[in-house]
């Protein structure tokens, strides 16, 4: 892939990059006011008693906060038949690393979930290096009710929803991250989802990728990726 040049003086630079901050400093603000308005979004209570596979045995959607009141939850492509995760998947799941301590230092809990099974999460899980919380929702309706499962008669039927917006294409799992408060009465709230590439920001090498000068470089979304363990 080519690259235009501009070469110049480190006065002329200089100019250019001062004019350039102006508007990095407008889009951090633009960000600052979307994530305060993200903040003031509607909640929904959640009512369903979801159960979930771990590594303790079965936990309840209430269990996964631990001692918090916040949860982020990582809804990662790993199907029942599958025997890998999904890429794109787990680049964000490589994100994950070191974060955890911060985050319940705020008062967050990260976890990740995927409606495969959970021998199959954990070996993935062991593979790829991991040591975050992974939990099945297999035999759960949670990944169908968050819309990023799918059923072979809703693809047949083109009834399912992914990204607010009628699904597209045959895909059986999806990608999003949601996020939940429990209250002091122990109520439990879904405050926010996201799909599809509103989880850029959290997937961690693409916001030093935005920083070069070549970029992407993408034919396709994520052409260029691989599991972290298959490149040569």
Wanted: aromatic share 12%.
């Amino acid at each position: 892939m080519g690259i235009s040049r501009n070469i110049v003086s480190k006065e002329e630079w200089q100019e250019a990059r001062k004019a350039f901050l102006k508007k990095e400093k407008a889009h951090l603000k633009a960000a600052d006011a979307l994530s305060a308005e993200r903040r003031a979004l509607p909640w929904v209570e959640i009512t369903e008693n979801y159960q979930f596979d771990g590594p303790d045995g079965k936990v309840g959607l209430a269990e996964l906060f631990k001692d918090h009141n916040q949860l982020i939850i990582q809804h990662f492509m790993y199907g029942p038949e599958w025997e890998a995760g999904c890429p794109g998947c787990s680049l964000m799941a490589d994100s994950h690393q070191g974060v955890h301590t911060h985050l319940e230092q705020a008062g967050v809990r990260l976890v990740v979930i995927s409606n495969g099974p959970l021998d199959k999460l954990d070996a993935y899980k062991k593979r790829m290096g991991w040591g975050f919380e992974w939990y099945s929702s297999l035999g759960s309706p949670f990944n169908y009710d968050f819309d990023v499962s799918f059923t072979a008669e809703q693809i047949e039927q083109g009834d399912g929803q992914y990204n607010y917006a009628p699904k597209q294409g045959d895909m059986t799992e999806l990608h999003g991250v949601s996020c939940f408060y429990k209250d002091d009465d122990g109520k439990i709230y879904h405050t926010y989802s996201t799909y599809s590439r509103g989880v850029d920001t959290l997937m961690g090498v693409y916001q030093y990728i935005d920083l070069t000068p070549l970029g992407r470089q993408e034919d396709g979304p994520m052409s260029w990726l691989k599991r972290h363990d298959e490149y040569v």
